[in-house]
């Protein structure tokens, strides 16, 4: 019995994703918050579907484009067994003057304040 409850255990854990879908923060300001285990892809999985939510929404409002505000990602613990990644962004037409060539950078997960002078 209890092989078969690990084994069910493994096979839920190996098989899951969730999106909190996509969420209005502000005009045209959007998040979203994924999540992918392992077995799923895990980060690389969980950025492609926020990725491909943040796409629809903006094709819904007339094809516009992503444009990234930030993206966070945090990684898995053997306790929950989930890869996490959040993303927000803003739909943009091309020809807006803020939507130019963005040079990502991931936020800091720890900020280290030196106070030694």
Same mark, same amino acid.
């Given at each position: 019995? =209890? ?5 069910g255990?493994i096979?839920?854990?190996a098989?899951?994703?969730? &999106?909190s ?6 005009p ?6 994924? &999540?992918a285990s392992?077995g799923k892809?895990?980060?690389?999985a ?6 491909e939510?943040?796409? $629809?929404?903006c094709? =819904?409002?007339g094809?516009? $484009?992503?444009?990234?505000?930030s993206e966070?990602?945090?990684?898995t613990t053997w306790v #929950?067994?989930?890869?996490?990644? $959040?993303?927000?962004?803003r739909?943009? =037409?091309?020809?807006d003057p ?6 990502l950078?991931?936020a800091p #997960? &720890?900020?280290? $304040?030196?106070?030694g002078?």
């Amino acid at each position: 019995m =209890k092989r078969f409850l690990v084994l069910g255990l493994i096979i839920l854990i190996a098989g899951c994703s969730h &999106s909190s879908g996509v969420i209005k923060i502000g005009p045209e300001t959007f998040t979203i918050a994924t &999540s992918a285990s392992w077995g799923k892809g895990g980060i690389p999985a969980a950025k492609r579907i926020a990725y491909e939510e943040a796409a $629809e929404q903006c094709s =819904k409002q007339g094809n516009l $484009e992503i444009f990234t505000l930030s993206e966070k990602s945090n990684a898995t613990t053997w306790v #929950d067994g989930m890869f996490r990644f $959040e993303l927000n962004f803003r739909c943009l =037409k091309a020809n807006d003057p803020e939507f130019k060539r963005q040079g990502l950078q991931s936020a800091p #997960d &720890s900020i280290i $304040e030196n106070r030694g002078r």
